[in-house]
């Protein structure tokens, strides 16, 4: 993966965002900690959980703020397609590898250690969980790896906002409909369509872009029935 060239207010608003974790935040989580105490393993465990993630949140922040990431990231070598990221998607993608990487090892290695504790393996369903649990997880640490060498971090600052494009927030309306949609678009990694992020390899997302305000598209959607959107407008996303 190339380096990740941040300019002054991206690190500005990482710095920013990094006190928050590491001040009120980090001092919110610790006090559900306290209050999970009280409720069951399961909702103690969660509360626990979400400490962690909020650390490793903390730690890819850090990197990426005093460069550690980029000199890291500097001698990987591309393997497959690029994966078009935004600054956003690719800490999300950092700080759940970091995560995996770290706590849920760490919580997997613990409960085959209690499994294996209840005797015969062959007959031992939580030592098979736990197993098929570390599997799953192995895969997707493999899985962010590799998607983080190959991203390439789009640079929002000098986003055109003349046609629809990856990081863009396009308004569209579909013909014979009166209320507008709008969508981020995004790559695959960070599409979340409840959450209105679509991503450029989807119908719509595909059919959009490099589409300007003012354009109609056809697209088929995946019930087989094809609509028609017009492009309403095209800003930055907020992410």
């Known amino acids: 993966m190339a380096n990740v060239q941040l300019t002054k207010d991206a690190i500005e608003k990482l710095n920013q965002e990094a006190e928050y974790l590491k001040g009120s935040k980090r001092a919110e989580l610790q006090e559900g900690i306290e209050v ?49 990221v935004t600054l956003e998607g690719l800490i999300n993608l950092m ?42 997880v192995e895969n997707r640490i493999t899985e962010l790896e590799q998607t983080i060498k190959n991203a390439v ?11 629809v494009s990856v990081g863009t927030h396009v308004t569209i309306r579909e013909t014979g409909e009166d209320e507008a949609e709008e969508y981020d678009i ?20 595909h059919a959009l872009m490099g589409k300007a305000v003012g354009d109609k ?16 407008a095209i800003t930055h996303s907020a992410n």
Not at 38 to 49: F, G
Not at 72 to 78: F, G, L, S
Not at 103 to 113: L, M, N, S, V, W
């Open 153 to 163: 971090v789009i640079d929002e600052s000098e986003l055109s906002v003349d046609n």
């Open 95 to 136: 700080a759940e590898l970091d995560f995996l990487r770290t706590t849920k090892r760490q919580e997997i290695k613990e409960a085959i250690k209690i499994a294996k504790g209840f005797g015969d393996l062959s007959e031992n369903s939580e030592y098979d969980e736990a197993k098929n649990t570390q599997g799953l």
């Open 36 to 84: 999970a105490k009280k409720l069951s393993d399961a909702e103690q465990k969660e509360a626990h959980d979400e400490y962690a993630k909020n650390e490793s949140r903390i730690a890819v922040l850090e990197e990426l703020i005093d460069g550690t990431f980029q000199r890291e990231a500097a001698n990987q070598t591309r393997t497959a397609q690029p994966v078009r």
């Open 217 to 232: 598209v056809e697209v088929l959607l995946p019930t087989g029935q094809t609509v028609e959107y017009t492009v309403l």
């Open 186 to 205: 995004v790559g695959r990694t960070e599409a979340d369509a409840f959450n209105g992020k679509i991503s450029d390899e989807s119908p719509v997302g």
